[in-house]
């Protein structure tokens, strides 16, 4: 069997529970590109197996600890416990995340569901080997109409790996319908974000739902998520996005759900919070829920700018009792590093704001605890006091 040795630091990593060793913790490779390999330590001691990278700074994923073998029927377990752990939170809904990579012990493999359908996102060299057996217990197991990989990711250049979209099991369609809470949406798994919508804030649209009212200014709003679910509770929705396509699919989306409140702008969400302001116009309810600003470590500086300038405006844009619903996607940004932007922008805007609650990803994108990287949506309501 292929084998990589790891180091002392290698071994420490991987007790601590994190799956990752690092090509600087691998001490010697006997193993090509995209191997399942058996993990040991400096003193020979097996550690477990693994997905192994050729390429990418993150050389060994563990699949498993120990003796036990990442066999075919370990898959099977994992696949089938991921699914029963959906299935048991009764998501009112149509899309949702089936398998969340790290979080469901199938590192760098991500599958949403879309009604009959499922994507799927294979993010590193071993993972793309292991695509064929995980589409084909997935037909097995979920019998879908069909299944799309949407392997264009960047993360796979890192790889080395092809950025390539294809349908890997019967037909899928260029537009799917599906539902979250009492939303509709036609998705276009093709062509849209991620692999077609951000359902990792499906939990925090339902909560926003429970504070909205009056006047709604989204920003980000990308296919209206947040527009459409509080709609209902607004008298007047302004949904803002950078993209024609995105604005373009927030009216029809509108428009499928019989909600006449909804006005989609294609702008800069800086440019127009800094028009609105001018303007002297204020809302009850807001939401930033922006792209991940810091991408990486070096970014972090300047991603806490433009958290904190959107931030600042939004309180500013708010009225005395509304509520703003701010995010944050950057893993690169933690929480309290996050809180601490927020409160020197309530701090410059002379106003005084109370957490209401406190929020993540929704529990279908799970974080697992000992890796941190799997906690990177933070998500705080707040109300402007006054
Ligand atoms: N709120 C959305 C997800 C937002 S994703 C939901 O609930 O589904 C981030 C969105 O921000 C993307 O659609 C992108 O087009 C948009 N965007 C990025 N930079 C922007 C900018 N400067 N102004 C307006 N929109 C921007």
Not at 345 to 368: C, F, G, I, N, S
């Amino acid at each position: 069997m292929p084998t990589v040795i790891v180091n002392k630091r290698g071994e420490d990593r991987i007790e601590s529970g994190h799956p990752w060793i690092y090509r600087s913790d691998v001490a010697e490779v006997r193993a090509e590109a995209g191997d399942i390999v058996r993990v040991s330590g400096p003193r020979n001691r097996v550690l477990g197996e693994a997905l192994f990278s050729d390429r990418s700074q993150i050389a060994v994923r563990m699949l498993t600890r120990g003796e036990a073998k990442a066999d075919e029927a370990l898959l099977r377990r994992r696949l089938e416990q991921a699914i029963a752990f959906r299935e048991a939170l009764k998501i009112e809904g149509s899309a949702y995340r089936l398998i969340h990579g790290e979080a469901d012990l199938l590192p760098s493999l991500v599958v949403d569901r879309y009604g009959d359908y499922l994507v799927l996102q294979a993010l590193s060299q071993g993972m793309d080997t292991l695509t064929p057996r995980i589409v084909a217990l997935l037909a097995e197991v979920l019998a879908p109409k069909g299944i799309l990989a949407r392997n264009d990711p960047r993360v796979r250049l890192l790889e080395g790996l092809e950025q390539k979209v294809e349908v890997l099991h019967g037909e899928v369609p260029a537009t799917i319908e599906v539902t979250e809470g009492r939303v509709h949406y036609a998705v276009d798994p093709f062509h849209g974000q991620k692999t077609g919508l951000f359902l990792d804030q499906r939990e925090n649209r339902t909560a926003a739902a429970n504070y909205a009212s009056g006047r709604l200014l989204d920003t980000f709003s990308y296919n209206g998520g947040f527009a459409l679910a509080l709609a209902p509770q607004c008298d007047e929705v302004i949904a803002i996005d950078i993209s024609e396509d995105a604005v373009a699919r927030i009216r029809s989306n509108a428009e499928r759900n019989g909600l006449n409140n909804v006005q989609a702008r294609a702008m800069n969400v800086f440019d127009e919070l800094r028009e609105l302001e001018r303007r002297g116009e204020q809302f009850d309810t807001i939401v930033l829920d922006p792209p991940a600003f810091a991408k990486n470590k070096a970014s972090v500086p300047k991603a806490l700018s433009g958290y904190k300038e959107i931030n600042l405006r939004g309180l500013k844009l708010l009225k005395p009792g509304g509520y703003l619903v701010t995010c944050s996607c950057s893993y690169n940004v933690g929480e309290s590093a996050f809180a601490d932007v927020i409160a020197s922008a309530a701090a410059d805007a002379r106003v005084d704001v109370t957490v209401v609650e406190k929020r993540m990803q929704a529990r279908d994108h799970p974080v697992l605890m000992t890796v941190p990287e799997t906690y990177y949506l933070k998500c705080f309501i707040l109300r402007k006091l006054g």
